[in-house]
């Protein structure tokens, strides 16, 4: 992603939110959510921005505090926190008569479900990418050992080393992600909701896509499954498939003429 267009949008007077909103004066706003550690200069945003670009819709991109170029401590961020921020951001680019189309990979599914609630009279599709709402309590704490628990309980962070990454989990980020539950709710919008899932996917199991299908009682769902697909869904054939099926859901399921 080419930071040349970026700017920083200000939460309450210190951190800073690197963003890049590309506007065409549409009617449509894509928004992409990124993940957990992640940042906005992946493949899939920089495809999604190629889409918005040819299509003329506008785009809108961040990074939550303390991810990439934006401000604020990683371990002081949390669920509450990054969908606060990813608020007061959306809140004030979009305008009251905009559409939205809400992306999230992984993590930032969860951000972007949260804000579901917010904006449901903008809301007019979701893709979830390896979706994995609650994934602090169901995939990590649930899975850490005694001796791991009793380090974030009384030192308060343990460095969790996954492949060739450093994690630092603190306490507050997990006692936080309780407060964030997903899998508990009901969300009745008539919007169309697809979700990928690599079937290959190390990281985040496909019972997580398939329980936040559950959560939509009146939408037209899909799950698409991608059988050598990994966790990040990265690679060129993946981001086809995204591609074609956000162009779908805008030209067949908005009635958007071409």
């Not at 921020?85 to 479900?113: C, D, H, P, V, Y």
């Not at 343990?158 to 994690?167: A, I, S």
């Not at 936080?176 to 199991?205: C, S």
């Not at 499954?225 to 908005?254: P, V």
């Amino acid at each position: 992603m080419n930071y040349k267009k970026s700017k920083y949008f200000t939460i309450l007077g210190k951190r800073k939110i690197k963003y890049l909103f590309i506007k065409k004066n549409s009617q449509i706003t894509v928004v992409f959510f990124h993940g957990f550690m992640s940042d906005m200069t992946g493949s899939k945003p920089k495809m999604i921005k190629r889409f918005c670009a040819k299509h003329k819709f506008n785009f809108l991109t961040f990074e939550y505090s303390g991810h990439g170029k934006s401000t604020g401590k990683f371990t002081e961020g949390n669920i509450s926190r990054w969908t606060n921020e990813a608020k007061k951001l959306i809140k004030s680019k979009i305008k009251n008569n905009q559409n939205l189309i809400f992306i999230g990979s992984s993590m930032g599914s969860w951000i972007a479900l949260n804000l579901l609630f917010v904006f449901k009279k903008k809301i007019k599709g979701f893709i979830g990418i390896a979706s994995a709402p609650e994934f602090l309590e169901n995939i990590m704490w649930k899975k850490f050992n005694k001796k791991i628990k009793k380090e974030i309980t009384t030192k308060k962070i343990y460095h969790l080393e996954y492949g060739n990454y450093t994690y630092p989990i603190t306490k507050q980020l997990i006692f936080d992600g309780r407060k964030n539950k997903i899998f508990n709710k009901k969300i009745n919008f008539k919007i169309p909701i697809t979700l990928f899932h690599g079937l290959k996917d190390d990281v985040v199991p496909l019972v997580f896509s398939k329980k936040v299908l559950k959560i939509f009682t009146k939408s037209k769902k899909k799950l698409i499954k991608i059988k050598t697909g990994d966790h990040s869904l990265s690679r060129k054939s993946d981001l086809k498939k995204i591609y074609k099926e956000l162009k779908y859901m805008i030209y067949n399921n908005l009635k958007t003429k071409e």
